[in-house]
């Protein structure tokens, strides 16, 4: 399918600094995935024969995740010569000298241009046979954006930037997107002729539809029907508004596959998450990153899910998780915590305030309530007393505890490890547990209780607990000390 005819470029040389970042701009995400990210998977659906992206500032850092979201892209770097149209050159080099067929220009900060919008703009580029075809908009206000000035024809004479217009060439309401697809031959004859007269001294790469006019070229442009396909992100404004945009699609996307969505307003989901039918999202949740979700789950309200696995007709309500699996017909939540690497298993049970860490819980077993579970394994049908504690760090190492199968924890254990408990065994109640626990054993922590009488009275004199204990006695209304 790899159209021999079509190469891409595109422009990640940006500085970027009104996004006032550490970051590089184009690096800043979009439904968990960088803004150049999304470019370059637009890039990758128009099938070309080459991709080059030009690159400056952030150099490594932006070049090594363009080669991570799309290997074949050849990296090309801008020198100091400024300018679009200087990008455009260096890209152009990188391609064969052989090559005669069509370039599409675009930006890395513009993720919501689609594949079907580009294809349609090289789609009339080629039908007319012009040198140049502008992806444009028309917008109420267009302030800041460069304009189409069109001629008597109809054709585009030039694009003037913003600060090069006058105030005739300002009312113009058809703006430049930044995007373009043009016939390589005339690219190439043209750019080496633009210069950097203009009022910031750059080679823009605008300045080629002039030219190419002036050869008896024919230049074209097509306005997109919704402007908000070719906007940029320039700051982080604009990137929210971004945001809220695509997932505002993904949102709906999922609705007509089947999804139910109480509150799209306060639901997102990253492009790569997998949903499937029926699937319920409550409000306030946030499914990220390459997270699945079987059918009849229930997902929320207030859950935050991060590259998980969510098992047929779980329910995980006010739940924070990453990279935790989570099985079929268990329970999660209110206010759970899942770290790395926890994995529940069917019909299992992780519940409130609990906080588990790379430990695995067999089928049926349950940890109800306000426990640690860490670098632990428990085995099938069990189920771990409320305020329990896997106590797996010596300050210097980690360990492991092992719990069976029908074991029956009671509350307020700590588990010091390396420690294991055997199939079906007992512990009692506020017992510490720093020896292994053979199979069908009760556990009790050995030193009894010691009341002291009268300590209240004799030490703390004065308070009212001592008058209440004193009136107690007085009454005899208190337990025999045994």
């Given at each position: 399918m790899t159209d021999q005819n079509l190469a891409v470029i595109i422009l990640a040389a940006g500085e970027g600094t009104r996004m006032r970042s550490a970051t590089p701009k184009i690096l800043h995400t979009l439904a968990g995935i960088p803004l150049v990210g999304h470019v370059l998977a637009t890039a990758r659906e128009l099938h070309p024969a080459h991709i080059v992206a030009v690159v400056r500032h952030e150099r490594d850092a932006v070049a090594a995740v363009i080669t991570q979201n799309l290997p074949e892209t050849v990296i090309v770097d801008q020198d100091d010569i400024p300018g679009t149209g200087r990008a455009v050159e260096v890209a152009l080099g990188?391609?064969?000298?052989?090559?005669?067929?069509?370039?599409?220009?675009?930006?890395?900060?513009?993720?919501?241009?689609?594949?079907?919008?580009?294809?349609?703009?090289?789609?009339?580029?080629?039908?007319?046979?012009?040198?140049?075809?502008?992806?444009?908009?028309?917008?109420?206000?267009?302030?800041?954006?460069?304009?189409?000035?069109?001629?008597?024809?109809?054709?585009?004479?030039?694009?003037?930037?913003?600060?090069?217009?006058?105030?005739?060439?300002?009312?113009?309401?058809?703006?430049?997107?930044?995007s373009y697809?043009?016939?390589?031959?005339?690219?190439?004859?043209?750019?080496?002729?633009?210069?950097?007269?203009?009022?910031?001294?750059?080679?823009?790469?605008?300045?080629?539809?002039?030219?190419?006019?002036?050869?008896?070229?024919?230049?074209?442009?097509?306005?997109?029907?919704?402007?908000?396909?070719?906007?940029g992100v320039n700051d982080r404004v604009q990137l929210a508004e971004a945001s809220a945009r695509l997932n505002a699609l993904i949102v709906r996307g999922w609705q007509l596959a089947g999804v139910t969505v109480q509150d799209p307003a306060t639901t997102w989901i990253d492009l790569n998450v997998t949903l499937a039918e029926d699937v319920e999202i409550l409000p306030g949740t946030q499914i990220k990153g390459a997270t699945t979700i079987a059918r009849g789950a229930i997902i929320g309200p207030d859950t935050t899910l991060v590259d998980c696995e969510v098992g047929e007709n779980a329910v995980v309500k006010r739940t924070d998780a990453t990279l935790a699996v989570i099985g079929r017909g268990a329970s999660v939540g209110p206010f759970a915590y899942l770290r790395p690497n926890t994995v529940l298993g069917d019909d299992g049970k992780i519940g409130t305030f609990v906080e588990t860490k790379n430990s695995t819980i067999g089928i049926g077993s349950k940890v109800p309530h306000l426990s640690y579970i860490g670098d632990t394994e428990i085995g099938v049908q069990s189920n771990i007393g409320a305020g329990t504690i896997t106590a797996n760090y010596d300050g210097v190492n980690k360990h492991r505890t092992t719990v069976g199968s029908h074991v029956r924890t009671s509350s307020h254990n700590v588990f010091v490890a390396p420690v294991r408990i055997g199939d079906g065994a007992y512990t009692g109640a506020g017992t510490v547990v720093r020896k292994d626990v053979p199979a069908g054993a009760l556990a009790i922590s050995v030193a009894p209780q010691r009341n002291m009488i009268g300590w209240v009275e004799e030490k703390r004199a004065g308070t009212a607990a001592a008058a209440a204990a004193a009136a107690a006695g007085e009454s005899g209304d208190q337990p025999q000390s045994r």
């Open positions: 990188a391609l064969p000298a052989d090559f005669a067929g069509d370039v599409v220009v675009v930006s890395g900060d513009v993720p919501l241009l689609d594949a079907d919008t580009l294809g349609h703009l090289l789609e009339a580029h080629r039908a007319h046979h012009a040198a140049a075809t502008v992806l444009s908009a028309v917008l109420e206000d267009a302030t800041g954006y460069g304009r189409i000035i069109r001629g008597a024809d109809g054709l585009v004479d030039r694009i003037v930037e913003q600060k090069d217009a006058n105030q005739s060439e300002l009312e113009v309401t058809e703006i430049n997107s930044g697809v043009f016939g390589v031959r005339p690219l190439r004859d043209e750019l080496p002729k633009v210069g950097t007269g203009n009022a910031q001294g750059e080679k823009y790469l605008t300045d080629v539809v002039g030219l190419l006019r002036a050869s008896g070229n024919t230049v074209e442009a097509m306005p997109v029907a919704q402007s908000w396909i070719v906007g």
